[in-house]
């Protein structure tokens, strides 16, 4: 449960995150898809990092 909980927290920090830098870094032409698609790496990207990461030794 704790590496859910994580991993919650990742995608919830992920997409704030990446709802940020899609409407600051994306060109004001860009297709719908491309915010999409940046929401969709932000998001996924650090929960799926979070979730497998190996457990601190100490």
């Known amino acids: ?3 859910i909980s994580k991993a919650i927290a990742a995608a919830a920090g ?3 995150g990446g709802g ?3 409407a600051v870094f994306l060109p004001e032409g860009s297709p719908w898809y491309a915010y999409v698609l940046m ?7 650090p929960t799926l990092l979070t979730y ?3 457990k601190n030794a100490g």
């Open 14 to 16: 992920g997409a704030i």
């Open 1 to 3: 449960m704790d590496k």
């Open 52 to 54: 497998f990461a190996p």
């Open 39 to 45: 929401a969709a790496i932000t998001t996924a990207l």
């Open 20 to 22: 940020v830098s899609g």
